[in-house]
């Protein structure tokens, strides 16, 4: 049986996600252009993968989920993406440099993806808080 309160806390684990996600793809945009000389380490994307929150007591496959959380985060590329920049400074002998793999258009993408369902989410945390605050105030 779930709680009166299971909406805002699905919503609320939803919000969490959403807010690791945006600052998954802050970090991304912030460093896209973090050159580096080839063979030393480059930034590397960061993409967020949620799943399913399955409360711990639960048999695997018996229970409903009760919201999202985060799996992992999975990392882009070690090795970067090599540009020919012969004044760069950081550039190895044969002129060449390593930036992280990041497509800026992909990133802005999922920052409104992420920014629609965090604000999705707050809402119903809000309308949630508004109806149960309603019944509360039922007289009979």
């Given at each position: 049986m779930s709680s009166i309160w299971s909406a805002i806390d699905t919503a609320g684990s939803g919000v969490t996600v959403d807010q690791?996600?945006?600052?998954?793809i802050s970090s991304n945009v912030a460093n896209?252009?973090?050159?580096a000389t080839p063979g030393t380490p480059v930034y590397q994307a960061q993409y967020l993968v949620a799943g399913e929150q399955v409360p711990a007591n639960s048999p695997a496959g018996s229970a409903l989920g009760t919201g999202v959380q985060v799996e992992s985060i999975d990392?882009?590329?070690a090795q970067g993406q090599i540009v020919h920049e012969p004044n760069n400074p950081l550039a190895n002998?044969?002129?060449d440099v390593a930036y992280p793999v990041v497509d800026l258009g992909t990133q802005m993408a999922n920052l409104v993806q992420a920014q629609t369902s965090y604000q999705a989410?707050?809402?119903v945390m809000a309308d949630s808080k508004t109806a149960y605050e309603a019944i509360l105030n039922?007289?009979?």
């Open positions: 690791s996600w945006i600052d998954s896209m252009n973090d050159a990392l882009g590329p002998a044969q002129g989410n707050a809402k039922i007289r009979a």
